[in-house]
């Protein structure tokens, strides 16, 4: 079996396209049934891959599966930027969480992006083109190299059960679904160099500091209340006016969905976007090298609202002394009160003390019972 050498910036699947190609396998099933474990797989997209077991069976070319996750796939850098918990990370890497082939391809739909320049100096370099972990980002409209616009193309599922197309099999099915941004280009471009420099990058700053230093930067531009969540509409409005050429107010559904998402990457990871940190981080600093200073100049300093945390903190403390006895007077009148009953009683002291106060919270009220009638709530 000839395993062939990862490409610079190479998706998985890309590698396991390769594999299977030039050893001649009938399809891609039967690559998936000799590395992916044992009898024959339906779907080769939705194959479960053990990546432990599959770095035993390649010692050769990959040392550990986190060195997987880390050169061929998002997962590192997610990990990195705290979009991703360690404890999922290290579930992928050890074995305990077996992730599906689609996952690690396609990261937001099924829309496989590539570079026309890249594919040419691909052909001319290797031979064959391959698909870059860069250009399937949804927050990258434009090749960091070239500056070409990436052209996205829809793959269909059936095909990939029997092949994997490389850039430029299926020039005519090209995504025509995709919303038409009004974008500023220059925006963009700098995001797609951070996004790049972020893959490829093994020294980023501390994730909890950089996740502190963006909080402190946007409380400062007054987008996060000290007391409350991110302000959506206000932040995504500042967002638009310098990612998009046209005013907010004319912006398709889609852009604002697409705002939204990215907004949601910095306190809400699961309902954001890959790597939509990035576009916060760029927005808010324009480059990695200014984020590392402030990252240092945080660690030695702290915050530069110096002059706003006493009274955040009063204020906050009247809150928390406000709801607890809320709380607790609640619980005295309702000794058999569950938590979805004070939920509807009191919503905003509860919701207040879960997102604020959440040790004391979880001490008074009752413990959920997962095979009782009580609802789960966190």
Same mark, same amino acid.
Not at 84 to 96: I, K, R, S, V
């Given at each position: 079996? *000839? ?24 399809? =891609? ?19 479960? *891959? ?83 972990? *860069?250009?399937?980002?949804? *927050? ?7 500056? #070409? ?8 599922? =059936? ?46 700053? #501390?994730?909890?500091?950089? /996740?502190?230093?963006?909080? #402190? ?64 981080? =760029? ?36 809150? %928390? ?8 007077? =609640?619980?005295?009148?309702?000794? %058999?009160?569950s938590r979805l009953d004070f939920l509807k009683a009191e919503y905003r002291v509860f919701r207040w003390l ?6 004391? /919270? ?17």
């Amino acid at each position: 079996m *000839i395993f062939p050498e990862p490409l610079p910036d190479e998706i998985f699947s890309s590698l396991l396209a390769r594999l299977g190609r030039i050893n001649g396998l009938a399809d =891609y099933r039967e690559l998936a049934s000799l590395y992916f474990g044992d009898g024959r797989y339906a779907s080769f997209i939705d194959a479960k *891959i053990d990546l432990p077991d599959f770095c035993r069976r390649t010692s050769f070319c990959f040392d550990s599966a986190t060195e997987v996750l880390h050169r061929l796939t998002w997962l590192g850098t997610q990990t990195r930027l705290g979009e991703l918990d360690e404890m999922t990370f290290n579930g992928l890497a050890h074995g305990g969480l077996l992730p599906s082939l689609s996952s690690l391809t396609f990261s937001d739909s099924t829309v496989l992006s590539y570079c026309p320049s890249c594919r040419m100096s691909d052909l001319e370099r290797f031979g064959m083109s391959y698909w870059r972990r *860069i250009h399937q980002l949804p *927050i990258v409209f434009f090749c960091p190299n070239h500056g #070409d616009t990436l052209v996205r193309v829809r793959i269909k599922r =059936y095909t990939l059960h029997v092949e994997f197309p490389v850039p430029g099999d299926f020039v005519s099915d090209l995504s025509n679904s995709e919303p038409m941004f009004g974008m500023n280009e220059k925006f963009w471009r700098g995001v797609a160099v951070m996004a790049a420099e972020a893959l490829q990058g093994d020294e980023l700053p #501390d994730a909890e500091m950089m /996740l502190s230093v963006m909080a #402190d930067e946007l409380r400062r531009r007054k987008f996060v209340s000290p007391l409350s969540g991110v302000r959506l509409s206000a932040l995504t409005e500042q967002l638009a006016a310098q990612a998009f050429a046209n005013t907010f107010g004319t912006h398709s559904p889609e852009t604002v969905t697409f705002l939204k998402r990215i907004a949601f990457s910095f306190h809400e990871p699961a309902a954001g976007m890959i790597l939509g940190r990035i576009v916060l981080l =760029y927005w808010l600093f324009g480059g990695w090298k200014a984020v590392q200073e402030r990252c240092r100049w945080f660690g030695v300093f702290g915050s530069e609202l110096d002059f706003s945390t006493s009274k955040a903190a009063t204020t906050r403390s009247k809150l %928390e002394a406000q709801y607890r006895r809320v709380c607790s007077a =609640y619980i005295r009148e309702h000794p %058999e009160c569950s938590r979805l009953d004070f939920l509807k009683a009191e919503y905003r002291v509860f919701r207040w003390l879960l997102h604020n106060d959440k040790v004391w /919270l979880d001490r008074q009220l009752p413990i959920p019972h997962r095979g009782g009638k009580q609802l789960v709530l966190f």
